[in-house]
């Protein structure tokens, strides 16, 4: 099992320039761009996967000779799944004037976060964040390179009213914008298949008992628990709900897909499903890059691809208009493409959506995920 220290060890491994400050400029010198997310607290283990994915590419772009002649320079931002610092990050990033960030994961972060890059003429590339108001509500600069909670939330709905008809079913949610957004759309689509839930209830992200809400699932009687939130309180409502004797089948969103779930459920965690688009590290675009991160003995996971596809395009759309202005990479990148990616080729609509989303099922077995 790759553990968080080794992905951490392998992150280090790669130059990266922090609390430095520069000039956004066509001419010469070095391109300061930026990856942003939680690099600490509960959700770091995801941070970690944007942090890998973007220092390699910029390492494989500048070995190979950088963006319009010039080497990048990664900026850091750590913004812990909280909107307030999220904000605090973005004035940072514009402050030392990168010319794109591929950021941030949590939608509750990267929403209030894209208001500040709009004003200050910052690129936006978001690897994770799913929440529909995310390009809904954006601007010119919100892009992401996953798919939305609207798509994954009427599969997820879907597979639930077909794989476990007249079972009781609780969805749970964090009240956060990712995971009250996703629980809603997935209830929108369990309802819609004939199906009701016996439970629609939020939890306090953060909290380390849920003993009172797993009491509450017992009296329903509930047999399929769906969460919409994020890998830690899941992990734990599971295990909780185990150890009380529960016999209940956890479906979850894509904040599932981090070895750090298995570390949190253990055995407890066996046959859990959760919803993310076909595994990247298998797609042939990715091949060299997957080989790559494995000769230094880092799994690819969840978002490390995602962050590195984010940084291709952005470069792809710098060398097309032999231009890094933010304004006009964002018009070449809704005006042209597809893009060539490690994730395979990439359009963009004109809110700044992927014109295609693959959500699938995957099954929790022996400390490992696979697609059923």
């Not at 972060?109 to 390009?135: D, F, H, R, W």
């Not at 003993?211 to 509450?216: D, I, N, Q």
């Not at 529960?246 to 969103?253: D, E, S």
């Not at 688009?277 to 990715?286: M, W």
Request: proline letters at 4%; glycine letters at 10%.
């Amino acid at each position: 099992m790759l553990k968080r220290r080794t992905l951490l060890q392998a992150a280090t491994a790669l130059p990266v320039a922090m609390g430095s400050t520069g000039a956004f400029a066509q001419g010469s010198g070095p391109i300061r761009i930026a990856c942003a997310g939680p690099l600490t607290g509960s959700n770091a283990a995801a941070g970690d996967q944007m942090k890998i994915g973007a220092q390699q590419a910029v390492a494989d772009f500048n070995a190979a000779g950088g963006v319009l002649g010039r080497q990048l320079v990664l900026e850091l931002g750590d913004d812990a799944c909280d909107p307030r610092q999220a904000v605090s990050v973005a004035n940072q990033m514009a402050g030392r004037k990168v010319a794109m960030v591929a950021g941030h994961y949590c939608s509750g972060s990267s929403i209030p976060a894209s208001k500040v890059y709009a004003e200050e003429g910052v690129l936006q590339i978001s690897p994770a964040s799913t929440n529909p108001k995310y390009t809904d509500e954006g601007s010119w600069n919100t892009f992401r390179v996953c798919g939305r909670d609207d798509q994954q939330g009427q599969v997820a709905g879907a597979y639930i009213a077909k794989t476990f008809p007249g079972r009781k079913v609780a969805i749970l949610h964090d009240n956060q914008a990712y995971g009250k957004g996703l629980a809603e759309e997935t209830k929108k689509s369990l309802n819609a298949a004939g199906q009701n839930e016996v439970l629609f209830s939020a939890y306090t992200p953060g909290e380390r008992d849920y003993s009172a809400l797993v009491s509450r699932m017992k009296e329903a009687g509930v047999q399929v628990m769906y969460i919409g939130g994020y890998y830690t309180e899941a992990g734990l409502i599971l295990r909780q709900a185990k150890e009380q004797g529960m016999a209940v089948t956890m479906i979850g969103g894509d904040a599932l897909v981090t070895k750090d779930f298995w570390q949190i459920t253990g055995a407890t965690g066996e046959g859990t499903l959760m919803t993310f688009p076909s595994d990247p590290r298998n797609r042939p675009a990715a091949a060299k890059v997957v080989q790559s991160f494995k000769a230094r003995n880092v799994d690819p996971e969840g978002y490390v691809l995602y962050t590195y596809a984010a940084v291709q395009i952005w470069a792809a759309a710098a060398e097309k208009l032999k231009s890094i202005d933010p304004k006009k990479i964002a018009e070449a990148m809704k005006s042209s493409g597809p893009w060539q990616t490690v994730l395979g080729p990439i359009s963009f609509d004109k809110k700044g959506d992927v014109t295609v989303a693959d959500y699938v099922f995957y099954v929790w077995k022996n400390g490992a995920y696979s697609e059923i």
